[in-house]
């Protein structure tokens, strides 16, 4: 019997077994988001005052509960030391007589991540490589065998968009999921291509559709100071220089060495596609600013009671941080992060209380960890910085429920699924909205990858079923599109701004709707006998099944 199957039936005698759950508390969920997003935490910027006072406030909150500290050291804290890094960079393009310098801002952005104070490179041979992408699943590979050490690749955004043979009108499901966004469509991804096959420079073409969001958005993140994990060998191993250039400047660029970028666009959304030296090298300089900064995780244990699963783990995640105070604004200055991420933290929390409550008799049979972790807003750092030093073995930890941002609208009729149709914690899922009179909705904008954008993506690419749940769209008494008009105004209105505070409109019973949820799923994966799996088509179920190989 497939384990989804199993899952479902241990659910199904799990409400007639045990007593009815313990509730959340509103006042207690109030409490805990006023106080994080208050303007004495100071937004909850690592390496500041208020990640001190914020740290402090969660090792309080799991020792009050009862849970053992996380890691095996006798404490609740993970050290995760990270790099700020401004980076000033300079390049220009040559193309037989042709010099094309494009402007900082308008034309390109980039960095390098390398902790290091000098970054250059010379006639670095300019090479374009379709979207960047090796995928043996569907049998795509841009790279074709070039040897790509000490060039410049340029690549496109996304997945190839491939179209289906019966209707060129939409996209191909079995080739990337169709419209749905991959792993390999991700930004990320093709820097860490580039990284790992030596690279000296990766450069995407921009553009707004395809990306989701305007070229400005790039300019404003990457302009400022960016984040990195303080290695050993301070990132010697990363593409020493990474950014994106426009459209237009590309087509300019294409063209100065006798290509049509329109063309060579469409050649790349074929499997057949082959690289394309574009007849030009680079010349770049990157002058880096680093500080290194102390932060820390923060981590509680609930030991299960199942002498024999006991060393098998179920992990809650939340990012703690937030974006700290600009000085250079006027007024308010501080970026308090009430929904994101005080709200996701907040929620954790009242899980963690809810299975600190259980008997001892009825608490799950595998361990539980509450994972509140640094840095996820300058780049999922804290998360993945566990992944790759995990304090539990990785093959014995069964899944990763992750909430970043609460439901604070309204209780709900569904739940949507980030991400979703990629494990059999679906299945499960389901059952337990349905008990609560809720049904599972679809991620309802897969293109734009925001499975790959929060925290649980750092256990799922080292082959942990991992999980995220968002509000769902379909508010109990209220109109329709509801969910839908305050997710846009948040959107535009405080998403990453200071106005992200505390409200009154605020729904508390919504927020207890996301615990009650989270706590029933953790408890019900916890206490089955089979494990959560990736399912077939995963980008991660080959690593999963390569680690519990290794076992």
């Known amino acids: 019997m497939h384990n989804w199957f199993r899952l479902l039936a241990l659910f199904s005698t799990l409400g007639a077994a045990l007593p009815a759950a313990p509730k959340p508390s509103v006042e207690r969920l109030h409490d805990i988001i006023a106080t994080l997003s208050s303007d004495e935490f100071e937004g909850r910027s690592p390496g500041t005052a208020g990640e001190e006072k914020t740290v402090a406030y969660l090792n309080n909150a799991f020792v009050t509960m009862g849970l053992e500290p996380g890691n095996p050291d006798g404490s609740y804290l993970q050290d995760v030391g990270l790099v ?82 019966a209707n060129p009108a939409i996209l191909d499901e079995a080739m990337f999921n169709g419209r749905a966004m991959t792993y390999y469509g991700r930004y990320d991804y093709k820097y860490e291509t580039a990284s790992r096959l030596g690279a000296a420079a990766c450069l995407i ?22 984040f990195a994990l303080d290695t050993s060998d301070g990132n010697a191993d990363r593409v020493g220089f990474e950014g994106w250039i426009t ?18 666009k469409a050649a790349a959304a074929r499997p057949d596609f082959q690289p394309v030296p574009l007849g030009s090298t680079l010349d770049f300089s990157v002058a880096n600013t680093n500080r290194h900064i102390a932060s820390q995780n923060v981590i509680g244990l609930l030991p ?67 994972l509140a972790v640094t840095a996820e807003e300058r780049g ?34 569904d739940i949507e699924i980030v ?44 082959g942990v079923p991992a999980f ?54 953790g408890r019900t994966i916890a206490d089955a ?6 399912l077939d088509g995963s980008e991660f179920k080959a690593v999963r099944e390569a680690s519990l190989q290794s076992r």
Not at 319 to 328: E, F, N, T
Not at 403 to 410: L, S, V
């Open 468 to 521: 995220y749940a968002k509000a769902g769209r379909l508010a109990i008494g209220q109109p329709e599109d509801f969910i839908d008009q305050k997710r846009a105004e948040y959107t535009a209105k405080h998403y990453h701004k200071v106005s992200d505070e505390i409200s009154d409109a605020w729904n508390f019973d919504a927020i207890a709707q996301d615990v009650d949820f989270l706590f029933q799923l």
């Open 247 to 264: 459209r237009d400047f590309a087509e300019q660029l294409f063209a100065a060495g006798g290509h049509d970028f329109a063309a060579l």
């Open 84 to 165: 700020g890094i401004r980076s000033t960079t300079e390049l220009n393009f040559t193309a037989g007589d042709t010099t094309l310098a494009p402007t900082l801002v308008n034309d390109y952005i980039a960095i390098s991540k390398r902790v290091t104070a000098q970054i250059s490179g010379k006639a670095s041979e300019v090479v374009f490589l379709g979207y960047g992408v090796q995928a043996p699943e569907f049998d795509w590979d841009d790279f074709k065998g070039i040897d790509v050490r000490g060039k410049t690749i340029v690549v496109l955004v996304n997945d190839p968009p491939v179209p289906d043979l």
């Open 380 to 413: 999922l750092l804290g998360s993945l910085y566990y992944a790759q030093n995990p304090l539990y073995p990785l093959p014995q930890t069964v899944a990763n429920l992750n909430k970043d941002g609460a439901n604070i609208y309204a209780p709900t009729r």
């Open 205 to 226: 073409v921009h553009e707004t559709g395809p990306a989701g969001y305007p070229f400005a958005v790039l300019t404003g993140s990457l302009g400022r100071e960016n």
């Open 304 to 370: 299960g009671r199942d002498a024999s699963l006991r060393d098998e783990y179920v992990i809650y995640t939340a990012h703690w941080d937030h974006m700290g105070i600009d000085p250079r604004l006027t007024g308010d200055q501080v970026f308090n992060g009430a929904m994101d991420n005080a709200s996701g933290t907040a929620v954790m929390l009242e899980v963690a209380q809810l299975f600190a409550d259980l008997p001892a008799d009825q608490r799950p049979r595998r361990s539980i960890l509450f």
């Open 529 to 534: 006998d089979d494990r959560p799996e990736w």
């Open 419 to 462: 991400g979703s149709g990629a494990t059999t914690i679906e299945a499960v899922a389901a059952e337990i909205a349905a008990a609560d009179g809720q049904f599972l909705l679809a991620d309802s904008q897969p293109e734009k990858g925001f499975y790959y954008r929060s925290d649980h993506f750092s256990f799922a690419k080292v």
